[in-house]
């Protein structure tokens, strides 16, 4: 078990400029937050601004679409099937962490 098996809403916020940035590190974990029920997501990126942002419909092959496709598989794969929601902001300042 977890440290948060209780755990119904989680808010991630990511900052991300190109797939490089990434460390290819797809893998959130979520599938041990077995009470998960929604997820709500803040990606700041070279991106329009959107409230409702859908990975499926994006048709640019950037960073922001590779980051919300590799949450929303995992959040489609997880057994309580929580809701999710994209928040895209513009924003083009790239942070590595070495």
Not at 41 to 62: A, H, Q
Not at 76 to 84: L, S
Request: glycine share 6%; net charge positive; with cysteine.
């Amino acid at each position: 078990m977890g440290s948060m098996p209780k755990l119904e809403h989680v808010k991630l916020a990511l900052r991300v400029h190109k797939r490089e940035c990434l460390n290819g590190a797809p893998d959130l974990g979520i599938q041990h937050l077995s009470a998960l029920s929604k997820v709500e997501v803040e990606i700041l990126g070279n991106c329009m601004r959107g409230s409702n942002y859908d990975p499926t419909e994006d048709k640019k092959d950037d960073a922001v679409r590779w980051v919300a496709s590799a949450i929303n598989s995992a959040i489609m794969t997880h057994p309580n099937r929580p809701t999710i929601r994209f928040i895209t902001w513009r924003g083009n300042d790239c942070e590595r962490f070495e």
